[in-house]
């Protein structure tokens, strides 16, 4: 019988035997209850999301380390930013899946800490986990714990935002502060512990991006959660796949002076850092006041403002004025400044 | 630029930067090609499944080793085994998501080999590959390459296949010859090589049950892949489920010599081995000949048989009449006799 207090994940919770069997009893069903997996079987039916519209299906992999950090851990992380990256969309989520890899000799008190907040996360988000896999991998053939998250969810009747759309004259709209998430993950590790209040501001965007919705079903083109890469890759893939430019003031972009010190200390743009609770929304200049009422109004729209307008350039170049009034490139990274904050 | 002939994936591949763009675009999309991913978006955005039906959603998390093996790699198998999750359930697969979570220094070669794999798997069993995601860790934090993947299908109207209803009487259908997949997977590593002509069954299952629907849509109570665990994984957990016990004759168990061979030289029962291209069925008795002739004219069909019937046992037991006439137990392991067969 599975030891809930002492006990640690070992080779059998991911052998389709009796002892999964307990692991998904006692651990995951009690954090993730409801009538489509207590079905018990090897997928999730669901009711047919007819005369509700298009079906939004996405997926992530969740390799954060440290697993826990402030404002966080890896569980909820795994649902928020799969909520996320269908609310970006413009689907209500609805339905995730979540596939576990656990590492041989994973203390199932911390799986069951782990679960618990995707749990929370979940009701937090309205969404349900309705399906869900393990696996068991041997001592030294994963670090800890990796997550997957699937959702699907349905795009409701009229909108279509995609990264295609931005046209000069636009404005861009970033929800709150940046690169939070990242500098929470940064103080969390080993090797370069350092004191700071910044939390992450991990959180599901699914209720704000509604709200914008329907401050102006039309005049949103696109939106992107600025999670790996930051806001500057976000703008950036928008530019390139609607063939456009950027111009972001620096001055107006929002950064806690915490977040931009510690970056100044270990050589990072802000910019470049991942948020898992921001959004970057690029939308017609005629409804951005709407727009932006609405978010100010959700407690993860609060800190909302412009930072900038998209403009003609078959460059594609994202650029800043910045606080000296100069003019610089906001930088697509080729590869990272930080691996696994996701 | 990537080396596609002779590079390795670095941190950077997985950083959400040019890096990364570049291994999705050469690595990819050329394998996955399809409207819903090449729009480049963070979610899939797919048509609505009015008048289909019910929603079904599955996932699974491949850590299968070696990688490659005896009529397959990680690749196929990942799509496979969803489709098949999503077929047993009498769902009709459409879109798959796909998330790799890949050690820094995998050979680039490789991946490609493995993601042409899961195109070509994936236009054999008729889905999509629609979302993805990639993420990379340090050297030695995973074992070269896990794979998760998830599925979208519908169920068409009438159907409610669950593992709740098998009833005395119903006879016990097993799709074609056991424990290939495992005996492929445990003759491929380094520790316990052997000559065998054994090869996976891994198939895509869905258009096998979608034929035997057509000739029976109601007499089919439950369908299930019999994968980790092998058969007497599957049959106890539907025991348990519909509270029935089940009676199987040992002497109606397709499985090649070859397999049996190798099973005794390492204690194994080949019931307990996995295959991931077989299913059972729980099928009324007075539709079980209509069901079996159009599962012969199936390529994944043409082994199927009659095992043995569901009987009324509150204990839940499995239970098998021996070649020799005796009669013994049919465990459900608590653990597992081979790790990471998928």
Known sequence: MIDLENGKITMEYGAGGRAMEELISLVFKPAFTNDFLNEGNDQAILPCLDEKGKIAFTTDSYVV???FFAGGNIGDLAINGTVNDL????????YISAGFIIEEGFPIQKMKKIVASMGEAAKKA?????????????????????????????VPEGVALSGNKAE????????????????????????MEFETSIVSDTAPLNGLVQ????????????????????????????AKQ???????EESKIPVQ????????????????????GRLVAIVKKEVAGDVLNAMHSNP????ASIIGEVIKDSDNLVQMRTLIGGLRLVEWFYGEQLPRIC
């Open 300 to 303: 993860f729209g609060k800190g």
């Open 257 to 276: 002076k915490e977040v931009v010190a510690i970056c100044d200390m270990f050589g990072f743009d802000p910019l470049n850092i991942a948020c898992e």
């Open 87 to 94: 609310a970006v969309g413009g689907a209500v989520p609805l």
């Open 126 to 154: 309205g969404v349900k986990v309705v399906t869900g896999d393990t696996k068991v991998v041997e001592k030294g053939a994963a670090s800890g714990l990796f997550i997957n998250t699937a959702g699907v969810g349905f």
């Open 65 to 67: 380390t440290p697993l």
């Open 242 to 248: 609607s063939n456009v430019g950027m111009m972001i």
């Open 168 to 191: 000069a004259g636009d404005v861009i709209i970033l929800s709150g502060s940046i690169a939070e998430h990242g500098v929470a993950i940064m103080s969390a590790r080993k090797n």
């Open 211 to 238: 709200s914008m919705l329907a401050a102006s079903p039309k005049g949103i083109k696109c939106m992107r959660d600025a999670t790996r890469g930051g806001v500057a890759a976000v703008l950036n893939e928008i």
